[in-house]
Each structure stands twice: as structure tokens, then as C-alpha cells.
Nanobody, 128 residues
Framework: QVQLVESGGGLAQPGGSLRLSCAAS????????MSWVRQAPGKGLEWVSG????????FYADSVRGRFTISRDNVKNTVYLQMNSLKPEDTALYYC?????????????????????WGQGTQVTVSS
């Protein structure tokens, strides 16, 4: 019954912006850290960003730091990814993912073991 539903993807020009949303249900959202992970065509999963369960700290991959901002609303049970200054290499299917352990603060990039539920993904395409 855990469900994560991403939305907000689409086509953007280089230098443009998109705002992704992930609506969560079926678990106590405020107790779990969350991440965004992406997969470019023909490539493996790449961790993009993470946020503490209470939203007090955020983390970013080097490839997106300074351009992307993760946030969450624990009343609306939603996590967001504001994507600015988009580049063609940002083109990917973007997933939100739930941390397995409540209150996790480390191990963000261990995508094989540290996340137990994933959304269906939303496609982001950056092209002129």
C-alpha cells in the first residue's frame, strides 16, 4: 500500500527550469528521509539528492549541486525537486525513493540497499 507518485516532468530547453513533485501515501511520511534518483537512457541509476525526514538538512550529487533544490512538505506528504539551469545531461527518468530505515541520516548513495519503495518515475528531457 506504500505509494509514491511523481509528476512535473516534461520538455525543457537548456538553461530552463522544471519542478518535480512526489506524492507519498501508505506510510508515516514525516518519519522517513527521501531521495531523488535518476536514470539516463542506457545508463544506471544515479542518486541525485536527499533530504532528512524533518527537512532540516539536504544533500546533492556534485553534478546537480547549485542548480537543484530538494524540499518537502510533511503536511501534504510531498517531496519536491526544483531543477534550474537544466543541461542536456540532466535528461533522465526521475524517481523519488523512500529510505528503508526511519530517520536515516547516512548512506544516501547506497541505492541498492537503502531504499525500499520507488515511484514510477517522471521523464525529464532537456533539448533545444
Amino acid at each position: 500500500q506504500v505509494q509514491l507518485v511523481e509528476s512535473g516532468g516534461g520538455l525543457a530547453q537548456p538553461g530552463g527550469s522544471l519542478r518535480l513533485s512526489c506524492a507519498a501515501s501508505g506510510f508515516t511520511f514525516r518519519s522517513y528521509a527521501m531521495s531523488w534518483v535518476r536514470q539516463a537512457p542506457g545508463k544506471g541509476l544515479e542518486w541525485v539528492s536527499g533530504i532528512y525526514s524533518d527537512g532540516t538538512q539536504t544533500f546533492y550529487a556534485d553534478s546537480v549541486r547549485g542548480r537543484f533544490t530538494i524540499s518537502r512538505d510533511n503536511v501534504k506528504n510531498t517531496v519536491y525537486l526544483q531543477m534550474n539551469s537544466l543541461k542536456p545531461e540532466d535528461t533522465a527518468l526521475y524517481y523519488c525513493a523512500k529510505r528503508t530505515i526511519r530517520g536515516s541520516t547516512t548512506g544516501w548513495d547506497d541505492i541498492q540497499y537503502e531504499y525500499d519503495y520507488w515511484g514510477q518515475g517522471t521523464q525529464v528531457t532537456v533539448s533545444s
